[in-house]
Structure formats: structure tokens, C-alpha cells
């Protein structure tokens, strides 16, 4: 298994443009999740799916946008990137709610830069 | 929404000493406790949780102890080794879905 595998790793963009930041898992996992890490900080999360076609927003949705249509898929949109939006942005997943003995796995992460 | 802040910042341990670090959280029902490590340009790795029901777990030299009644959990490191070194992050759930993050302690470990 590869895991939860993101791409690209670096990006950078300039004011306005937008883009998809990729993420899949091949562990038939039903919850998916987007975090966005600040440097020096937590990690904070943008929107989270469990299950195909079923989205919802996290702690700081706004400048994002999320869609679910395979189980194996869970692409960020940025639309207008602005230079807030510079950070090094997760995805993970888990097979269930983290309520249940479930843990989750961490992408190994896109650095974007927004200039 | 659930807050969890942790002490200290950063923190530099001579090899073989012991390393703690403390976490307290806002909402008395999260009931999902998970320690991250992460090294430097890589992804978070889980390296020991806990859930409400329990006070203490172990896993060779790594402990997390909680408190419920205080609403603090800290993570013990024992022995800690050059490999040790990196930035350790605490969380706490009360929900299927959602991890809130402490903000990180850059672990050193000085040979």
C-alpha cells in the first residue's frame, strides 16, 4: 500500500491564481481530511469527508473548496490564492471516526508559497 | 470549539535524561488523546494515544498520562536518544472528526 499519497510536494503561485492540491489512499478508508500548517504552529483543519460525496467544512474553510467523489480521492481547491494561504497543507485519512479505535495517517505534505 | 495548549515551546535534554511535555485541553468531553512527532520536512507520525476511559499507557520508552478531572495529558520520553529530536505535537478530539492541535514543542536531545 502507498498510503495517502499528495501531490504536488512545492508549488508556488501568485495572487489570484488558482490550483488543486491532489490527494489519494489506496487503504480504503472512508474518512478523508485537509489541515493547513502555519509555520511554528498546529495544524489547523480546512474540510473533512466521510464518505463519497459527503463533505464539510472544518475550522478555516474560507479560500477553500473540497470535493469527494471516489473513496480513494480528496482534491483541494484554492481559487484566488492569496499570500494567507502560504502554508504546508496535509491531507490524511482514516478508515473510521476517530471516536472508534481508529488512527490517523498523515500524506507526506504540499509546501505552497503564494507570492 | 475544543483549545489545547501546550508548554514548553521548545525544550533540550542531554542524552539519557527524560523529556516532558504537557498538554491541557478546554472541553471536558474530548475523550481522544494522540501524540504526533514530526521531523523535519516530513509528515506527523503517531507515536502514542490515549482515550478517556484510560490513565496511563506505556510503549517501551514512550508514556502519555492523563488527567481527567485537571484536563491535562503529558507525554513522557525516557532515555531519549539523538533520534528523539524533532517537534511533538499533542491533540485532543471530542468527535469522530476533528483533531485540535497544540502548536508544537521542538524537542532537542544534545549528545
Known amino acids: 500500500n502507498a498510503g495517502v499519497t499528495q501531490t504536488p510536494k512545492f508549488r508556488i503561485l501568485k495572487i489570484g491564481q488558482s490550483m488543486t492540491l491532489q490527494c489519494t489512499q489506496d487503504?480504503?478508508?472512508?474518512?478523508m481530511y485537509w489541515y493547513r500548517q502555519d509555520p511554528g504552529m498546529g495544524l489547523k483543519l480546512i474540510y473533512y469527508?466521510?464518505?463519497?460525496?459527503?463533505?464539510d467544512k472544518g475550522e478555516v474553510p474560507n479560500g477553500y473548496n473540497v470535493s469527494r467523489s471516489t473513496t480513494e480521492d480528496f482534491p483541494l481547491r484554492l481559487e484566488l490564492a492569496a499570500p494567507s494561504q502560504t502554508s504546508v497543507y496535509f491531507c490524511?485519512?482514516?478508515?473510521?471516526?476517530?471516536?472508534?479505535?481508529?488512527?490517523?495517517?498523515f500524506g507526506s505534505g504540499t509546501q505552497l508559497s503564494v507570492l | 470549539g475544543e483549545n489545547v495548549e501546550q508548554h514548553p515551546s521548545t525544550l533540550s535534554v542531554q542524552e539519557g535524561d527524560s523529556a516532558v511535555i504537557k498538554c491541557t485541553y478546554s472541553?471536558?468531553?474530548?475523550?481522544?488523546f494522540p501524540w504526533y512527532k514530526q521531523e523535519l520536512g516530513k509528515r506527523p507520525q503517531l507515536i502514542i494515544d490515549?482515550?478517556?476511559?484510560?490513565g496511563e499507557k506505556k510503549d517501551q520508552r514512550i508514556a502519555v498520562t492523563l488527567n481527567k478531572t485537571a484536563k491535562h495529558f503529558s507525554l513522557h520520553i525516557t532515555e531519549t536518544q539523538p533520534e528523539d529530536s524533532a517537534v511533538y505535537f499533542c491533540?485532543?478530539?471530542?468527535?469522530?472528526?476533528?483533531?485540535?492541535f497544540g502548536a508544537g514543542t521542538t524537542v532537542t536531545v544534545r549528545a
Open positions: 490524511a485519512s482514516s478508515y473510521a471516526g476517530l471516536s472508534t479505535n481508529e488512527k490517523l495517517f
Open positions: 487503504m480504503n478508508h472512508n474518512y
Open positions: 469527508s466521510v464518505g463519497a460525496g459527503i463533505t
Open positions: 472541553d471536558s468531553a474530548s475523550n481522544y
Open positions: 490515549i482515550r478517556s476511559n484510560v
Open positions: 491533540a485532543a478530539s471530542l468527535n469522530d472528526y476533528k483533531l485540535s
